[in-house]
């Protein structure tokens, strides 16, 4: 996920300069989760990033805990990654659910790790000892192609590599900079040319649906791949590489069952599920805790 910084994450930033400069009042980020033995987790503070899809798997992975008995304090819509990623380093949250593609690239800009195996060996050698990833989800919220059904159906795709039979006479849409990124990295991997690259921004979804372009940059798990009926082909040579979520914990804050407990939510998650949960908060507006809730019950998990 490669959200920006927004303008509470510059809020929660200024709050911080000023507690350091000595000004008088606590920071409510910074009280580190409480001391345990080895294997012992007292009260496990759950935090997410400031966007719907954070603060809805942060409230999962919290609900599934307290369901287990763990006493939990949830820190939802802290800010950017460059604000919470020193949160949990430091202890003062103990989960958070990330996404093992932009974390890697965050913390080794460096790398070239494409695959999930080899961002999680990146992932293991590259994060300080007192934070580990857990076991990651089947669910990804990543770039993609995405094309209508009946696009896929008509031309028979199923992956990128499919398009590079049509691509010659389909236009692809995606956000202004989508060109310059991926332009030689799709022919590269997949040999694909597209007829006309289209400037469609986050109307990219919309346009796929009016045939303006044939296909588009969509997020993984934008909810509009459900209503606009599309379908994201598979990158099975991961041209954008693997972004699956995955909690990321502070070690000495946790315990056999925090862990076996975040490892039973990430077993049962896939994109699909993903996109249909983020409908509800963001189509439907329900409450993030309440189809939390409901997954989570739903899936014997709660």
Same mark, same amino acid.
């Given at each position: 996920?490669?959200? %920006?910084?927004?303008?509470?994450?510059?809020?929660?930033? /200024?709050? %911080?300069?000023?507690?350091?400069?000595?000004?008088?009042?606590?920071?409510?980020?910074?009280?580190?989760?409480?001391?345990?033995?080895?294997?012992?987790?007292?009260?496990?503070?759950?935090?997410?990033?400031?966007?719907?899809?954070?603060?809805?798997? /942060?409230?999962?992975?919290?609900?599934?805990?307290?369901?287990?008995?763990?006493?939990?304090?949830?820190?939802?819509?802290?800010?950017?990654?460059?604000?919470?990623?020193?949160?949990?380093?430091?202890?003062? &949250?103990?989960?958070?659910?990330?996404?093992?593609?932009?974390?890697?690239?965050?913390?080794?800009?460096?790398?070239?790790?494409?695959?999930? *195996?080899?961002?999680?060996?990146?992932?293991?050698?590259?994060?300080? /000892?007192?934070?580990?990833?857990?076991?990651?989800? /089947?669910?990804?919220?990543?770039?993609?192609?995405?094309?209508?059904?009946?696009?896929?159906?008509?031309?028979?795709?199923? #992956?990128?590599?499919? %398009?590079?039979?049509?691509?010659?006479?389909?236009?692809?849409?995606?956000?202004?900079?989508?060109?310059?990124?991926?332009?030689?990295?799709?022919? *590269?991997?997949?040999?694909?040319?597209?007829?006309?690259?289209?400037?469609?921004?986050?109307?990219?979804? *919309?346009?796929?649906?009016?045939?303006?372009?044939?296909?588009?940059?969509?997020?993984? #798990?934008?909810?509009?791949? &459900?209503? =606009?009926?599309?379908?994201?082909?598979?990158?099975?040579?991961?041209?954008?590489?693997?972004?699956?979520?995955?909690?990321?914990?502070?070690?000495?804050?946790? =315990?056999?069952?925090?862990?076996?407990?975040?490892?039973?939510?990430?077993?049962?998650?896939? #994109?699909?599920?993903?996109?249909? &949960?983020?409908?509800?908060?963001?189509?439907?507006? *329900?409450?993030?805790?309440?189809?939390?809730?409901?997954?989570?019950?739903?899936?014997?998990?709660?």
């Amino acid at each position: 996920m490669k959200r %920006l910084v927004s303008t509470f994450a510059v809020a929660v930033t /200024a709050a %911080l300069a000023l507690t350091a400069c000595g000004g008088g009042g606590s920071d409510p980020l910074s009280s580190a989760t409480v001391s345990a033995a080895p294997g012992e987790a007292k009260k496990v503070v759950v935090g997410s990033f400031n966007f719907p899809e954070s603060v809805l798997l /942060a409230s999962i992975y919290a609900q599934a805990l307290q369901a287990k008995g763990v006493t939990v304090e949830e820190k939802p819509n802290i800010g950017s990654r460059e604000i919470v990623y020193g949160q949990i380093k430091s202890g003062g &949250l103990t989960v958070l659910p990330e996404y093992v593609g932009s974390l890697l690239a965050f913390v080794d800009k460096s790398s070239t790790a494409k695959t999930e *195996d080899d961002i999680l060996a990146g992932l293991k050698t590259t994060l300080p /000892a007192e934070l580990e990833v857990l076991q990651p989800a /089947a669910a990804e919220d990543n770039n993609s192609l995405t094309v209508t059904k009946e696009t896929a159906a008509k031309h028979n795709l199923t #992956t990128i590599e499919d %398009l590079a039979k049509v691509s010659k006479d389909f236009v692809v849409g995606g956000p202004p900079e989508f060109k310059d990124r991926q332009e030689q990295n799709f022919k *590269d991997v997949y040999g694909l040319e597209f007829k006309e690259w289209k400037p469609t921004g986050e109307t990219t979804a *919309d346009a796929i649906k009016s045939g303006t372009v044939q296909a588009g940059n969509v997020f993984t #798990t934008d909810p509009k791949i &459900l209503l =606009n009926d599309l379908v994201s082909l598979q990158d099975t040579k991961n041209a954008f590489g693997a972004d699956n979520i995955a909690p990321l914990v502070y070690k000495p804050g946790v =315990n056999d069952t925090v862990t076996s407990t975040l490892d039973a939510v990430s077993a049962k998650l896939d #994109t699909a599920t993903l996109v249909t &949960l983020m409908k509800r908060v963001s189509v439907d507006k *329900d409450d993030p805790p309440v189809v939390a809730k409901d997954w989570l019950s739903q899936n014997g998990l709660a």
